[in-house]
């Protein structure tokens, strides 16, 4: 395990996934949109007089979510340790509010906010806060969909300029191989990293750190094998979804082979359409998270 342990540090240390801030055992890591080069309209103020305030930033964008268990805890209790990470890095609030003081659906609609199922927005119930650091900008938005609470941060570093090393610490280690607990002590667990276009059954870039971590966990244990299985909601017909699903889950099997150098006859991938959701699909949020794949482990 000290292998796949490694293997985490190397995750969480390299660019495309550099974590800034701590969080929570159990949280992951959902989507990482990064732009060598792109513009960010940081917003500078609450919704009035039919717009968001915002000043626009260039350089190198970071766009990235997470997904973290909170049961009943408040926006602000999710928000309130990473802004205090934050301000002991050295950057200033310069702006911070609430959902009806920040404008309600005006406010949530009128700024940048990564789509469904990266990001999850309950209008009524989310904070925002922008900060600075030099000439370094960052936002932070925060909801729930309890149990869940989803964390955005867009980050802009001017171009030619280089951001703080990221922290590695033996929580973020700990949180991240969580994900093996979970895969060892249940049987299974959800990909929740993994990030596929909406109606698309292409795997996102990446790097995905739940795929490394798998490949390190079958290089410790030789004599286990893992089935991917592919999940969707129940939008459409049977068939359809079930064909969908198992190529999300061929997907994931290939970037395992050709990306992590996993044997192929050490993976399989099926597809179940929307046969096991874990939650009700009668609402957006609900389908969001039965749109999912997992990996089963299967002991020789």
């Given at each position: 395990m000290i292998r796949t342990?490694?293997?985490?540090?190397?995750?969480?240390?390299?660019?495309?996934?550099?974590?800034?801030?701590?969080?929570?055992?159990?949280?992951?890591?959902i989507s990482d949109r990064t732009s060598a080069l792109d513009s960010y309209d940081l917003p500078t103020?609450?919704?009035?007089?039919?717009?968001?305030?915002?000043?626009?930033?260039?350089?190198?964008?970071?766009?990235?979510?997470?997904?973290?268990?909170?049961?009943s805890s408040t926006t602000l209790q999710i928000l309130a340790p990473l802004r205090d990470q934050l301000q002991a890095q050295g950057f200033e609030i310069a702006f911070e509010c609430e959902a009806r003081n920040c404008g309600g659906f005006d406010f949530r609609f009128g700024t940048e906010v990564v789509p469904t199922p990266d990001m999850y927005v309950a209008i009524h119930d989310y904070r925002f806060l922008s900060a600075a650091r030099g000439d370094e900008v960052l936002s932070l938005l925060v909801s729930r969909n309890p149990p869940d609470g989803y964390v955005q941060m867009i980050r802009v570093t001017p171009?030619?300029?280089?951001?703080?090393?990221?922290?590695?610490?033996?929580?973020?280690?700990?949180?991240?191989?969580?994900?093996?607990?979970?895969?060892s002590g249940t049987g299974?667990?959800?990909?929740?990293?993994l990030h596929f276009r909406t109606g698309e059954v292409a795997l996102g870039e990446g790097p995905f750190a739940s795929l490394a971590l798998l490949a390190g966990y079958l290089v410790e244990n030789p004599s286990t094998r893992l089935a991917l299985v592919g999940h969707?909601?129940?939008?459409?017909?049977?068939?359809?979804?079930?064909?969908?699903?198992?190529?999300?889950?061929?997907?994931?099997r290939a970037r395992l082979i050709e990306a992590h150098g996993v044997a192929a006859d050490r993976i399989e991938a099926q597809g179940v359409g929307y046969l096991a959701p874990i939650t009700s699909n009668a609402t957006p949020e609900g389908r969001d998270i039965n749109r999912r794949v997992e990996a089963v482990l299967l002991v020789n």
């Open positions: 342990l490694c293997i985490c540090i190397a995750i969480l240390a390299a660019p495309a996934l550099a974590q800034e801030l701590n969080f929570p055992a159990g949280a992951r890591q103020g609450v919704f009035a007089d039919g717009s968001v305030p915002s000043r626009t930033v260039e350089g190198r964008v970071k766009r990235l979510t997470w997904r973290l268990q909170v049961g171009l030619g300029t280089q951001p703080a090393p990221p922290l590695v610490t033996e929580e973020t280690v700990e949180g991240s191989a969580g994900l093996l607990s979970d895969l299974h667990v959800i990909l929740d990293d969707t909601d129940d939008t459409g017909a049977l068939p359809a979804n079930i064909a969908v699903s198992t190529k999300r889950a061929e997907a994931v």
